[in-house]
């Protein structure tokens, strides 16, 4: 008998076509995907960390800086009642993540009963609290801050607060900046002088 090789390859390749569709034990499954697109055995809950992170970095803040009332400035802060007085205060320190910057911040309150000073279980709350950090290159971190100013117990100062800031955003690398912390402030009123140490948290989108 004359075999025809030819023949056989075809009608091998014909039953295998037929047969391969046909298997449902799942051991042939294709691994192969779209470009850009996870293979159809992937978990559709799984995280998936290539290309999907914003690049947020969250590193620690602190900063030392005073603040002075301006002798010739006035603030252009809109105030109301029962935060009447808009309070300007101007000045500089250094920072991490900052080195060496100046600071401008307004807030609202009603300082009337300052001069006489405050008893313990007082306060004068503050609102509205508007400020930004200017590092040497000219780039800004901006915050918001409100709270309420207390009695003192340390013998140089009137006045003293601790109130949460927020980071808002800036500026060259502090675009989209978030983050914040807390403050740790020292009021002489008779010089018109604050000094501040603050810290927290700063997070900061690198490439934005």
Known sequence: MIRNTKLEMILLFAIAALILPGCTDGSIV????????????????A???WGR???????????????EGPENEMPVHVCSDPHPAPILQLGDGQATHLGKFSTRITFCADVTDAPGG???GESIPYVDGVGTFTAANGDILRFTIEGEILPSNHPDFDFEFADPFVFTGGTGRFTGASGGGVTESFVDFQ??????????????????
């Open 118 to 120: 405050l008893e313990q």
């Open 53 to 67: 992170t914003d690049g947020a970095v969250t590193v620690p803040f602190k900063a030392s800086f005073f603040t």
């Open 30 to 45: 294709s691994t192969e995907a779209a470009p850009g697109e996870f293979a159809a055995t992937a978990d559709a809950n």
């Open 191 to 208: 010089e018109d002088r604050t000094e501040h140490y603050w810290s927290g948290e700063l997070i900061l989108h690198p490439g934005i």
């Open 47 to 49: 995280p998936q960390k």
